[in-house]
C-alpha cells in the first residue's frame, strides 16, 4: 500500500472508531444516569467509603490479611519493565505530564490501528485512563489489586446469596485462595497489558448486578448489567460469548423475558451490535490493508488442569438434573455454559493452556461452582449445628488441599510468578547496565553508538539512554540504520567501541557474520535469555 493508500486507511480508522466508541460512551453514561436515579438511599450506602472499608475489614480480618500481602506481593519490584509496555509506556512519559488528560496514540494504535482482523478496540484503555492521572506504574499495579479484590469480593457474595441462608463462614477465604493463587491469576494479574484483566472485572460485575436483577427486579441493577456487557464485548473479540449466553439460555427457558424491552432481549441485541462494529472497525479496514490474519502454533492445543475437569464434571450432574425437569435453569447455569462456549472458543483459536492468562474468565466461573458446592452440597452434610469455626477450618484447609495439589503440576502459580519478576529485575537491570556504560563512555569522550534489534524495546524505549547514535539492526534486511541521533535516518556500518545491547530474546547470533565482531562485556546470569552487551572489537 502507498503512502496516500495508509494515510486514507489512517483516517478511516480514526474516524470509525471515533464514531462507534462515541456512541457506545454515550450509551454506557445513559444507563450510568439511570442506575444512578434508581439508587435507594440506605444507611450502608450513605456512610462513607472509608467507614465502609473499616467495617469490612473488621468483619473478614483474616482476608484483609491475605489481600494485603497479595497486594504487597504485585507491587514490590514493579516497573515499566512488562512484555509489550515499555512502548506504550514511553510514548506516555515522552509526553507532556503536566497537559493532561490527552490521548496516547500509542495505546490507540495498539489496538484500534493493527488492520488484522482482530477486534479488542477497548482493550488496554485502562492503563490509557490511568495514564491521564500518574506516570507511576505502581500505581497502576494498585488499581489492578483493587479489580482482583473486588472480582473476589463480589464473586463470593454472589455465591452466597444464590445459595441461600444461612450465611457460610469462611466463603469467602476459601473462593479468595481458590482464585487469588490460580495460575491464571498469577500470570494475568502480575503483569499490566493482558485484556483479560479487564475483561475478568467486567464479567465479574456483570454476573453480579445480573443476580442482583433476577432477584430483586430493579432498574439500577438492570442497567448496570447492559452497561458492564456493553463496554466488555468490545474489549476482547470473543467476550460476547461470555455476556450474552446467560441472557440467551434464560430466554430460551423462561417465557417471561421473551419481551423486545427485557434485560435479556438488550442483551442479546449485543450480537449483532458486535458484528457491525466487528465488520465496521476491523474487518473493512483489514480487507482494504490486504492483512494477514492472526494465527496461533497453539490453536486447537489442549492442557487441561483439575479446575476445567471439575467445571465439565459439575455441569454434566446439573443438566443431568434439568433434563429429567428435576429444577428449571437459573443463572449458574448461563454462566457455567458461557464459561464453556467461551473455553471452546479459545481452543479454536489460540489454544487452551490452563495456566494462561487466556483462560481467567473460564477460573472465575470454575471458583463459583466450587464456592457453590460448598455451600449447598458439603455444608449441609457437616451435621446439624456445625460451628462456624468448624465450617471455616474445613473450607480453608479443602481449598489449600486442593492448591498444594495444583502446585505440583508443570506450571504453578509461584513459578509463573517468580518467572514473571525474575524477568522484569533481568530486563530493568541489564537496561541500566547500559545506561551505565554509555555515561562511563561519554564521560571518557568516547563515542557513544548502540546497535539494537526490534523486540520488545524499540527505538522509543532505548531514547532514555544518552548516545550519539542508536542504531537498529533489520534482521531481515540485514541492514543497519540510524533511527535516533547524530545521521538520523542514514544507513551505518559497525565500528569497534559500538555497543550492542540485546535485553529480551534477541541473540547475537541474529546479527549473522556481523556478530562475531562483537565481544560480551556484561551478562546479566546464566540464563538462556539473561540480558547481555556486546562491544565490537
Known amino acids: 500500500m502507498d503512502a496516500a493508500g495508509k494515510s486514507w486507511l489512517l483516517a478511516y480508522n480514526q474516524i ?6 462515541s456512541l457506545v460512551g454515550l450509551t454506557v453514561l445513559a444507563l450510568l444516569v439511570i442506575a444512578a436515579r434508581d439508587q435507594a438511599a440506605t444507611d450502608e450506602r450513605t456512610q462513607p467509603w472509608p467507614s465502609r472499608i473499616l467495617r469490612w475489614i473488621g468483619h473478614h480480618p483474616v482476608v484483609a490479611l491475605v489481600f494485603a ?6 507491587v514490590q519490584g514493579t516497573s515499566w519493565f512488562y512484555p509489550e509496555l515499555p512502548d506504550l509506556y514511553q510514548g506516555f512519559i515522552q509526553s507532556p505530564l503536566l497537559d493532561q488528560p490527552q490521548l496516547q496514540e500509542r495505546f490507540i494504535a495498539e489496538t484500534m490501528q493493527r488492520n488484522s482482523f482482530r477486534f479488542f478496540p477497548l482493550a488496554h484503555q485502562d492503563l490509557h485512563a490511568l495514564s491521564w492521572f ?3 506504574v505502581k500505581v497502576w499495579m494498585l488499581v489492578s489489586a483493587a479489580e482482583l479484590i473486588a472480582i473476589v469480593v463480589l464473586s463470593a457474595r454472589m455465591v452466597q446469596e444464590m445459595a441461600g441462608p444461612p450465611e457460610v463462614p469462611g466463603l469467602l477465604l476459601g473462593m479468595a485462595l481458590l482464585f487469588l493463587f490460580a495460575p491464571a491469576t498469577g500470570w494475568g494479574f502480575f503483569q499490566l497489558i493482558y485484556c483479560e484483566r479487564l475483561l475478568t472485572v467486567l464479567f465479574a460485575g456483570y454476573a453480579y448486578c445480573y443476580w442482583r436483577f433476577i432477584k430483586d427486579g430493579c432498574p439500577r441493577a438492570a442497567a448496570l448489567t447492559l452497561a458492564w456487557a456493553l463496554i466488555a464485548v468490545y474489549v476482547k473479540d470473543i467476550a460476547v460469548l461470555l455476556f450474552v449466553t446467560p441472557a440467551l439460555l434464560r430466554w430460551l427457558t423462561i417465557p417471561a423475558t421473551r419481551r423486545w424491552r427485557s434485560l435479556e432481549s438488550a442483551l442479546i441485541a449485543l ?23 492472526f494465527s496461533n502454533d497453539g490453536r486447537w492445543g489442549l492442557e487441561a488442569d483439575w479446575r476445567l475437569i471439575a467445571l465439565l464434571s459439575f455441569n454434566a450432574l446439573r443438566l443431568t438434573s434439568l433434563l429429567r425437569q428435576q429444577r428449571g435453569s437459573d443463572l449458574l447455569d448461563g454462566l457455567n455454559l458461557a464459561a464453556i462456549l467461551y473455553a471452546l472458543a479459545l481452543w479454536a483459536s489460540v489454544g487452551y493452556p490452563y495456566a494462561s492468562f487466556w483462560t481467567l474468565p473460564v477460573q472465575l466461573v470454575t471458583v463459583l461452582d466450587l464456592g457453590w458446592i460448598w455451600c449447598r452440597w458439603l455444608v449441609p452434610r457437616l451435621g446439624r449445628r456445625p460451628t462456624s469455626a468448624t465450617v471455616t477450618a474445613l473450607g480453608v484447609a479443602g481449598s489449600l488441599t486442593l492448591i498444594g495439589l495444583e502446585h505440583r503440576a508443570s506450571d504453578t502459580f509461584s513459578k509463573r510468578v517468580r518467572t514473571i519478576k525474575t524477568t522484569q529485575r533481568r530486563w530493568r537491570e541489564t537496561f541500566d547496565a547500559m545506561a551505565t556504560l554509555s555515561r562511563d563512555s561519554r564521560d571518557k569522550g568516547e563515542p557513544v553508538n548502540v546497535i539494537f534489534m526490534r523486540s520488545y524495546f524499540n527505538q522509543h524505549t532505548l531514547k532514555p539512554l544518552a548516545v550519539d547514535r542508536l542504531i537498529e539492526y533489520h534482521r531481515q534486511r540485514g541492514t543497519y540504520t540510524v533511527v535516533e541521533g547524530i545521521n538520523r535516518g542514514e544507513p ?11 535485553i529480551d530474546k534477541r541473540e547475537r547470533e541474529d546479527l549473522g557474520q556481523d556478530g562475531q565482531a562483537f565481544a560480551e562485556i556484561y551478562r546479566h546470569s546464566t540464563a538462556k535469555r539473561a540480558g547481555r552487551i556486546f562491544r565490537h572489537r
Open 492 to 502: 551505518y556500518t559497525p565500528q569497534p567501541g559500538d555497543f550492542l545491547l540485546t
Open 134 to 136: 500518574t506516570p507511576y
Open 69 to 74: 500481602g497479595y497486594t504487597v506481593a504485585m
Open 16 to 21: 470509525s472508531h471515533g464514531v462507534v466508541l
Open 271 to 293: 450480537v449483532p451490535v458486535v458484528a457491525i462494529s466487528y465488520v465496521t472497525l476491523s474487518l473493512v479496514p483489514s480487507l482494504i490493508a490486504q492483512a494477514t490474519p
